[in-house]
C-alpha cells in the first residue's frame, strides 16, 4: 500500500471508531473493509508481471520447505486468478507430484445461495495434472473442477477425510494474521466447518496459512478491519517471511 494509500486508511479508521463509539460499529466495519479494498485494487494494479512471478515463486518455496508442509497428506490451495494474488499453479503441481491429496475450492454461484451458506464452497479432490488442467471458469473467472464424482474434503461419504493444511487467498493482511478478503465470508465459513469436522471426527485441527505479496501486507501498526466471523489465520506467508499468530506453522 501506498503511504497516500495508508494515510487515508488511517483517517477513515479514525473517523469510524467516533461512529462505532455511537453504537454503527457494524456498518462502520463494513465500511472500513470497502475502502481498504478499493485502496488495495489500486495498488495491486501497479505490480509488475516480474514481480508477481518472482514473488509467487518465493511463496511457492516458503511453503515447500516447511516441515508443515511436508507432514500434510491432504492439502487445500486455492487457484489464482488473473489479479495480482500469488499464483498457486507450482504448488499444486508438487503437491500432486508429491503424491499428496490436492484440494481446490469450488463455489456454489447460484441465486439465492446467500441466505444459505451451509454447503457454498467446497474443496474438492484433484486425481493429476491433467484433471487440474481442464478446469474451467466459474462466473468471477476462478478455475474449478466439475462437482460430479469428486471426494469431498468434508464429506465422509465420498471418502473426504478433512485436511491438514489450507492455503487461503486474500486481499490484504496484517502482522497479527487477520485477512481481509474479497467480502463473501467463503473462508471464514469454510474454516469454521473445517475445525468442526476435525472435531467431529477426532483428527488434528487443520493449520490455515494464507499467501501473499509484499503489496498486501498492512504497516505493522495497523490492522484489517474485523468483526466476529474474520477468522485469524495461523500464518501469512509473504517472500520476506513468515507472521506467525500460533505454533502450527512451522518455517524450513
Not at 473445517?194 to 498492512?218: H, K, Y
Not at 501469512?236 to 518455517?251: A, D, M
Amino acid at each position: 500500500m501506498t503511504n497516500t494509500d495508508a494515510d487515508d486508511y488511517i483517517g477513515s479508521a479514525r473517523t469510524m471508531s467516533s461512529s462505532a463509539a455511537a453504537g454503527t460499529a457494524a456498518p462502520s466495519i463494513r465500511l472500513l473493509k470497502r475502502q481498504l479494498r478499493r485502496q488495495m485494487s489500486s495498488t495491486l494494479a501497479s505490480v509488475a508481471p516480474a514481480s508477481l512471478a518472482a514473488q509467487s515463486a518465493q511463496v511457492a518455496a516458503r511453503i515447500l520447505a516447511s516441515p508443515t508442509y511436508t507432514r500434510a497428506q491432504r492439502v487445500c490451495v486455492y487457484v489464482n486468478t488473473d489479479t495480482s494474488e500469488v499464483r498457486t499453479d507450482d504448488i499444486c503441481r508438487s503437491v500432486l507430484l508429491q503424491q499428496k491429496e490436492l484440494y481446490v475450492p469450488r463455489f456454489a454461484t447460484e441465486a439465492g445461495v446467500k441466505g444459505a451458506f451451509e454447503n457454498d464452497m467446497k474443496m474438492l479432490r484433484i486425481r493429476d495434472w491433467a484433471d487440474f488442467e481442464i478446469m474451467v471458469r466459474n462466473r468471477w473467472g476462478i478455475r474449478e473442477p466439475e462437482i460430479d464424482g469428486r471426494q469431498d474434503a468434508l464429506d465422509e461419504s465420498t471418502g473426504g477425510q478433512g485436511l491438514d493444511l489450507i492455503l487461503a487467498p486474500g486481499v490484504a493482511f496484517d502482522v497479527q494474521g487477520g485477512r481481509l478478503g474479497h467480502g463473501k465470508g467463503y473462508y471464514d465459513r469454510y474454516l469454521a466447518r473445517a475445525d468442526a469436522f476435525a472435531r467431529e471426527t477426532g483428527a488434528q485441527l487443520p493449520t490455515s496459512v494464507a499467501l501473499s505479496l509484499e503489496e498486501q501486507i498492512l504497516p505493522p501498526d495497523q490492522r484489517v478491519p474485523a468483526d466476529e466471523d474474520d477468522r485469524t489465520l495461523d500464518a501469512i506467508v509473504h517472500p520476506g517471511g513468515v507472521f506467525h499468530t500460533t505454533r502450527r506453522w512451522q518455517e524450513g
